[in-house]
C-alpha cells in the first residue's frame, strides 16, 4: 500500500502538465477507489478532518495545479469519471445524432430522473431535468398566473438572476416586488421567519426564498418559511443553487411548493444541467416555458420541451450521482462544515 501511495505520489506531481500512462492511470483509479473504501469505514465526523482521504480523493478530479481556486460552488469541477461520460455520449451521439439522441438517450432521462429524486426524496413525477436554477426558477416566474398587485417578497440578498426575473415580471405585468433585507450573519431563524410575516399582505402571493444565500453562505429556515407561507395560502419558491447535493437534506422535509436547483454545482455534474421541483398538485396549473401539446397537464415532462440540446451532459449525470452517493451526502456535508470552521 505504502509503495503504491508514493508512486502515485511522485506521479501526481507531473500529472499537472503531462498526461498519464496507462499504468499510472490504473494506479491513480485504484488509489482512488481504495481511499473511498477507506472513507466509507468512517462516520461523516471522523471522516471530516482524514487530510490524508480527502487528499487522495481530490485526485479524483483534474483541476489545475497552477491555480489555486477558492470558488469551486458557483460552478463546480467534475471528477474525470463524470468528464469521461460526456465524452463518451458526444462521441455516441455523433455516431447517427438523431438516432441515438432521439431513439436511444432521451429515453435514458427517465433512469438520471429517478436517481435525481432519489437523492432528492421524492417523487420521479416531482422531477424536471433542465439547465440550471435560473432556468428552473424562471419556469416558475413565467408560468404562474399572477394578477396586477399581486405581490411578492423577496431579499435584497437573491441572486441577481431570480431579482432581475421579478423586476421584469414587475415591470410587464405590474406585480408588486416587497424586499426585505439581511444584515448577514443572522443568527435567530425565527427573526428571518418574523421579517417575511411582517411584509406580507393580504395580496401577498409568493415569498421568494433562498436555501443558502451565495454571499456568505448563509443558510435560511426555509423549512419553517415554507410551513409559515402554506398556512396563510402563499406560494414557497425555493432557490436551492447551493443546497442540493451540498446538505444533507430532502425536498419533502422543507415542504415547497417548487424547488429549484443547479446540478454543475455541489453534485458536480456537467456544466448545464439543473433540476425543477414541482410539487404535483402544483405541475397542471404552471405553464411551461416552452409548451409541448399539453401545456396543461400534470406530467412534469412538459417542462422539458426545450426542443434539441446536447444529451451528452444530461446522461452524465448519473456518473455524477454514484460518485455523490461513493462519497456519501453526510459525509460531503460534514467535511465542508469542518473545512468552514
Ligand atoms: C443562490 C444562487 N441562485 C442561483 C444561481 C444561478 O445558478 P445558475 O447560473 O447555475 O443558474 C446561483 C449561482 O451561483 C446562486 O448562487
Redesign the pocket.
Known amino acids: 500500500m505504502t509503495s503504491r501511495r508514493s508512486f502515485f505520489r511522485k506521479t501526481i506531481g507531473l500529472a499537472g502538465t503531462l498526461s498519464l500512462s496507462p499504468l499510472a492511470q490504473q494506479a491513480l483509479a485504484e488509489d482512488i477507489s481504495d481511499a473511498l473504501r477507506s472513507l466509507n469505514r468512517l462516520s461523516p465526523e471522523q471522516a471530516a478532518s482524514d487530510e490524508e482521504l480527502w487528499a487522495r480523493m481530490a485526485q479524483a478530479f483534474t483541476v489545475s495545479s497552477s491555480i489555486l481556486n477558492l470558488n469551486n460552488?458557483?460552478?463546480s469541477p467534475q471528477p474525470k469519471v463524470v468528464q469521461d461520460a460526456v465524452d463518451r455520449y458526444y462521441h455516441y451521439s455523433n455516431e447517427a445524432p438523431t438516432y441515438y439522441m432521439w431513439q436511444i438517450l432521451d429515453r435514458g432521462r427517465e433512469a438520471i430522473r429517478k436517481k435525481l429524486a432519489d437523492l432528492a426524496g421524492t417523487s420521479p413525477e416531482e422531477v424536471a431535468i433542465n439547465?440550471?436554477?435560473?432556468?428552473?426558477?424562471a419556469t416558475v416566474t413565467w408560468g404562474l398566473t399572477l394578477n396586477k398587485g399581486d405581490e411578492i417578497i423577496m431579499t435584497r440578498q437573491?441572486?441577481p438572476?431570480?431579482i432581475q426575473a421579478w423586476k421584469q415580471k414587475e415591470m410587464r405585468d405590474g406585480i408588486k416586488i416587497k424586499w426585505i433585507s439581511f444584515n448577514l450573519p443572522v443568527e435567530n431563524d425565527e427573526a428571518v421567519v418574523r421579517e417575511f410575516i411582517n411584509a406580507t399582505t393580504s395580496k401577498t402571493k409568493i415569498w421568494h426564498i433562498?436555501?443558502?444565500?451565495?454571499w456568505t453562505g448563509q443558510i435560511m429556515p426555509v423549512k419553517r418559511l415554507c410551513e409559515e407561507a402554506r398556512k396563510r395560502n402563499i406560494i414557497s419558491l425555493v432557490?436551492g443553487?447551493?443546497t442540493y447535493a451540498q446538505m444533507d437534506f430532502r425536498i419533502p422535509d422543507l415542504n415547497p411548493d417548487y424547488f429549484g436547483t443547479?446540478l454543475?454545482?455541489w453534485l458536480c455534474a456537467p456544466f448545464g444541467t439543473?433540476m425543477l421541483y414541482v410539487k404535483k398538485e402544483n405541475i397542471g396549473s404552471l405553464w411551461p416555458l416552452f409548451p409541448n401539446d399539453k401545456p396543461t397537464d400534470s406530467n412534469i415532462r412538459k417542462f422539458e420541451t426545450l426542443g434539441t440540446r446536447s444529451f451528452a451532459p444530461e446522461q452524465a449525470i448519473g456518473q455524477a450521482i454514484d460518485f455523490h452517493h461513493a462519497i456519501g451526502s453526510k459525509r460531503k456535508e460534514e467535511r465542508l462544515r469542518y473545512l468552514k470552521n
Open positions: 460552488g458557483g460552478v439547465r440550471n436554477t435560473t432556468e428552473a426558477l437573491d441572486y438572476n431570480m433562498t436555501h443558502m444565500i451565495n432557490d443553487a447551493h443547479s454543475h454545482k439543473g
